[in-house]
């Protein structure tokens, strides 16, 4: 495994399985450099900048971290959900604190989206109505049931 260290400190450390990985990221920056219409003295440029990395290989290992009870929301005693169904469990994990965020949140991106929309993309978002806590629950059931289904 590899790993890349710089001297930025706000740059992002990356763990490589494969030195092709990054490889291509880096190439593929490039080919968007070319098509935004850059000289090849900048692109030169960014590519020194880029490789100004130190890669040595290290043994990754992970943090792991030790289950307990009092660093979650969940405080639920185990032994008393021997007899809870499948959707009582789900309630337990996407209780209606937990959905209303995610329709609060869904709805905040959609007017964020609208104010950035192009004439292109505006007349698909003008027919958008605001979510609910109904359509959320439906969207979740439909994800997890595309795991279960197979197709045939």
């Not at 090849?40 to 290290?58: A, C, L, M, V």
């Not at 289950?67 to 007899?83: G, H, Q, R």
């Not at 604190?97 to 609060?104: A, C, F, G, K, R």
Request: glycine share 2%.
């Amino acid at each position: 495994m590899a790993t890349c260290t710089t001297n930025d400190p706000h740059e992002i450390q990356m763990d490589s399985e494969s030195e092709g990985d990054s490889t291509m990221e880096i190439d593929s920056v490039y080919s968007s450099d070319v098509d935004s219409g850059e000289s090849d003295d900048e692109i030169g440029s960014s590519k020194q900048q880029s490789t100004d990395r130190i890669w040595k290989k290290t043994a990754f290992k992970p943090h792991l971290f030790t289950f307990d009870e009092t660093n979650t929301d969940l405080s639920s005693n185990i032994d008393a959900m021997k007899d809870a169904t499948p959707l009582d469990v789900f309630q337990l994990l996407f209780n209606e604190t937990m959905i209303d965020l995610i329709v609060e949140e869904t709805n905040k991106y959609q007017v964020f989206s609208n104010k950035n929309a192009t004439s292109s993309t505006s007349s698909h978002q003008a027919k958008w109505t605001e979510t609910n806590r109904s359509e959320i629950y439906t969207f979740l059931a439909t994800i997890m049931l595309m795991s279960v289904t197979k197709k045939n």
